[in-house]
């Protein structure tokens, strides 16, 4: 009887990527190819090897920085983008939806950043469906989130079938929802789905107005549960409006929300069978790809390979896919449930 380890079946099984921003997810090759010195791509790695203890959120978003200097003009976005895909094509991954915030750069205005990230998704011959989620940074200030919005529907009006979202992003400790609520509702009103990066830092306030919201999902969300520094309020309008997560395993570790694995905040979403995704946030900087992840959960949450499975199938429904291509992830995943785990997997693993 053949001996198939943990990671061969994360790296077999086809997986759901739902929370993957562009600039975090550079390879090392794609620095490289893009021209980025040395020392830069130290710096955009170098979070895997600070101690936990000396991380802090802050230096997880000053890493991006990294990425924008090498990602200046339509051509080096395209490249970047169209690596980025064909890199999640190789994880088995069957389905991404890529995150972005409009930037404006020297010969490159907004507009036709986005044009750049779209034709490269448009282009992608590889067997992975893919669409494309556009931020809106709580770090901006007003006027220019609400000149975001309005770049973001013209383009969504343009490319409907590919820009499928709008997300909140940016660091947790500026801006507050409260402020851009309204457009997000606008956004919604014009065909949009939400997601909106929830409670990375202790904020019970902010978490009740996006909760009350009810955004299609929600990311990481490490302060919500009371266990972990969030309210019973909260958690309860959680269990009842069920609003699906986006969690990020390694993100969490590296940027110090979350300090083992093993504490990870998933465990109430799995205990209460709340609706979630696993994710990798930032596969770049983290140093991280899906099977890892997948793989993480295997072995430290105490989830079996079917459950694993189970959390793919389950994150179709989570998509800003259309019905029909909806259907076919979720044959997809049935097929190899059918093939290639029940004849080279079932009789292998402990389910």
């Not at 989130?145 to 499928?164: E, F, G, T, V, W």
């Not at 079917?306 to 959390?311: D, R, S, V, Y």
């Amino acid at each position: 009887m053949n001996n198939f380890s943990n990671e061969d079946f994360c790296k077999s099984l086809p997986k759901i990527e739902l929370h993957a921003h562009l600039n975090g997810s550079l390879s090392e090759t794609t620095l490289i190819q893009l021209g980025s010195t040395n020392s830069d791509i130290a710096e955009y790695q170098k979070l895997k090897h600070v101690p936990p203890h000396e991380r802090t959120l802050n230096d997880c978003f000053k890493i991006f920085q990294f990425a924008h200097k090498v990602t200046t003009s339509p051509n080096s976005v395209y490249a970047a983008t169209k690596n980025v895909i064909d890199e999640f094509f190789l994880d088995n991954v069957i389905y991404l939806e890529l995150r972005t915030t409009p930037r404006s750069e020297d010969g490159m205005d907004a507009e036709t950043y986005i044009e750049s990230v779209v034709e490269a998704i448009k282009d992608n011959e590889k067997d992975i469906l893919v669409k494309l989620i556009l931020s809106i940074n709580r770090q901006h200030s007003l006027e220019v989130c609400r000149q975001h919005l309005d770049i973001i529907l013209k383009m969504k009006k343009k490319y409907p079938d590919i820009i499928k979202g709008i997300d909140l992003s940016g660091n947790p400790h500026h801006g507050r929802f409260s402020n851009l609520q309204k457009l997000f509702q606008e956004a919604r009103d014009h065909g949009l789905f939400t997601t909106i990066h929830c409670a990375e830092i202790v904020n019970n306030d902010e978490v009740k107005d996006i909760l009350h919201f009810e955004p299609d999902r929600i990311g990481h969300a490490p302060f919500v549960h009371p266990r972990y520094g969030g309210c019973a309020e909260n958690w309860t309008t959680l269990q009842k409006n069920k609003v699906p997560t986006e969690f990020c395993l390694t993100s969490n570790i590296i940027s110090g929300t979350t300090n083992l694995y093993e504490n990870h905040h998933i465990r109430e979403w799995i205990n209460n069978k709340l609706p979630f995704s696993i994710n990798t946030d930032d596969k770049g900087i983290f140093h991280t790809n899906l099977s890892q992840e997948f793989e993480y959960a295997l072995k430290y949450l105490a989830l079996s390979p079917l459950e694993l499975w189970q959390i793919s199938l389950d994150s179709v429904d989570h998509t800003f896919a259309t019905s029909e291509e909806k259907s076919l992830l979720r044959f997809k995943l049935e097929q190899w449930k059918k093939g290639t785990f029940e004849q080279r997997y079932k009789e292998n693993l402990d389910l």
